[in-house]
């Protein structure tokens, strides 16, 4: 019985209809988020989307899983369409450094653990010229996740599923 109150609380909690978790409550996973990705719409038609949270926040946001998706991020990109953001989704743990090279907005960028705690946050500018022209925008933390979101967008807390 505990189980399926449990079950109910945590999907009305994904739903929206509660605020988040409180301390001690387990939120899920970001990686139930990622294996719960279905077919993105326009304009990433061939990106997966999910959603996830940041703190009491839920964002529809397109995954960049693989390398090649992650180097293309959101160049050339003014418009997210219905979305909020782009998740990065690195298999271990990366220091990988982003550039702005062809991004035409203004974005804020977040950094997080495996177990989504926010590791550090970063506002990038855009950059006109080809990538070995542009700062390179590096976490102080190794990390797993890292959003993007339009500049002055990306809400604090933990990222969970």
């Known amino acids: 019985m505990r189980r399926a109150a449990a079950a109910l609380v945590g999907a009305a909690w994904a739903l929206g209809l509660l605020g988040a978790p409180t301390a001690g409550a387990s939120a899920p996973p970001v990686s139930s988020a990622v294996r719960a990705a279905t077919q993105a719409t326009q304009p990433f038609p061939d990106l997966t989307q999910t959603t996830i949270h940041l703190g009491r926040r839920?964002?529809?946001?397109?995954?960049?899983?693989?390398q090649a998706e992650r180097e293309?991020?959101?160049?050339?990109?003014?418009?997210l369409g219905p979305y909020r953001g782009m998740l990065f989704v690195f298999q271990g743990d990366s220091s990988v450094g982003f550039t702005m090279s062809t991004v035409p907005v203004a974005l804020d960028i977040g950094f997080y653990g495996a177990n989504g705690r926010a590791l550090d946050r970063l506002r990038m500018t855009p950059c006109p010229h080809p990538e070995n022209e542009c700062p390179v925008y590096e976490a102080?933390?190794?990390?797993?996740?890292?959003?993007?979101?339009?500049?002055?967008?990306?809400?604090?807390?933990?990222?969970t599923g």
């Open 72 to 79: 293309a991020g959101l160049r050339q990109r003014a418009t």
């Open 140 to 159: 102080s933390h190794s990390f797993r996740y890292a959003v993007e979101t339009l500049a002055g967008r990306l809400p604090r807390g933990s990222l």
């Open 58 to 66: 839920a964002l529809l946001v397109v995954v960049a899983q693989t």
